[in-house]
């Protein structure tokens, strides 16, 4: 397909998916987030993982992934999690219904990040009023509709960069203040002794603290990406996860009988149980395949040429990884793929699923998703708690909700549920 002399080639069969994505290599590239590029060129704002590539990119991931993708790091911000969590639950339970799921869920994704990057709460779950909060949103909002209209704010300031620009000033100010915070925080502990780099569940303190972050600012460049890439995605998964639970009561009582059955007398979750907890954890994986969270799919140029049925694909071509409901919802791969059927996910299941490369929502590969464990783990937390606080229903049973892609899935409606305290 030809996008005004971009030229870019959709690889829709999951054996040549998984072609390319075998074709690793070291600094994998994807094509930048052109307005975020725009601001950060604009300001003079330091570049993330969204907009570099090659070896800049290798200079940032690879620390970043140290501090992040290790189930060891993770495992430390298992209590930091779970305290957000636990607010949520408060949050939830002074309502009886929730109109619009997916608003709340936002405010507790954007409150957990924020929570793991600086180690302070900022406050977005008690209130609707939360500044932080709207500029992300807003800064979000323009960025999803930049994949969508012509680049015109390349040659000047359109109104929705301009609201872009605002939002953005914000939300990289803010993290500047707080890297700046964390960075004297950081050098006093050190100088005294006292900081402890294993046990300290502060993200800043281990960015600052590990030495191939070479300057203060590609730590904030790397927490504006944990806002940009993870706020909306969790919302999204665990609201369309939530309504699958409501709609399928089997399944919920399932996850509860697990949930009763594997947490410790006290009721709290902790690291040990969650291992344990297989059909949680198939629960969100049957809801990504039934709702895929990046419908876009991934995108690939390769630095050699690739030849995929019969045709050579020249190196540094765009091929779009086209990861999405057609292969999910393929019933060659996946039989009865409109049901939802975590079963299908626990181990000696019948439901064999063909090629495991048709479900891969975090990607694949040196490039996949950063916060993959971090992802997995909250959104792990946070069913489990709902569901052990909560029976979730639909307060319409009838109702239908058409999903559409904006470009995470949403639906035209809100999601709205009603939650009836267990006990
Ligand atoms: C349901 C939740 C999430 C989903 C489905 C998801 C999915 C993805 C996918 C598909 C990619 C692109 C991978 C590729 O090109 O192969 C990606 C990249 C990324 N994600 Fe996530 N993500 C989620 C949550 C998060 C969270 C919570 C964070 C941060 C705390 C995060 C941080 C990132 C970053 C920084 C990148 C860019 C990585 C790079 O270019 O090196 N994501 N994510």
Known sequence: MDFGGKESVFICDVDDIEKVYKMEETNPYRTPLAIVKTYCERRGEPKGLGVVNGNEWGELRRPAQYNMLRPLTVQRYFPLMSEVSEDFIKVLSAKSAIPDIRKELTKFAVENTAYLSFSRRIGCLESDDNEFLDNFSAFFEELMKSFFDPPFYKIMKTKQYRRFEEAADYMYGYVNKEVKRAHEELLKAQESGTFDPDSDPHLLHQLLSDKRITSPEKAKAIIIDLFNAGGETTASTVSFLLHHLASNKEAQEKLYQEICRELPPDGALNEAS?????????????????????????????????????????????????????????????????LYIPDRWMRGSQQKVKNSFAMLPFGFGARSCLGQRFAEQEMHILMIKIIQHFMVSLPDPGKQYEIIWKPFPDTTEPISLKLTPRR
């Open 274 to 338: 969650l291992k344990r907890m297989s059909y949680a954890k198939a629960c969100l994986k049957e809801s990504f395949r039934c709702v895929f969270p990046i419908p876009l799919g991934s995108e690939r140029r390769l630095e050699e040429d690739i030849v995929l049925k019969d045709y050579l694909i020249p190196k540094a071509t765009s091929l779009s990884l086209c990861l999405n409901t057609n292969l999910t919802k393929d019933p060659n791969i996946f039989p009865d793929p409109d």
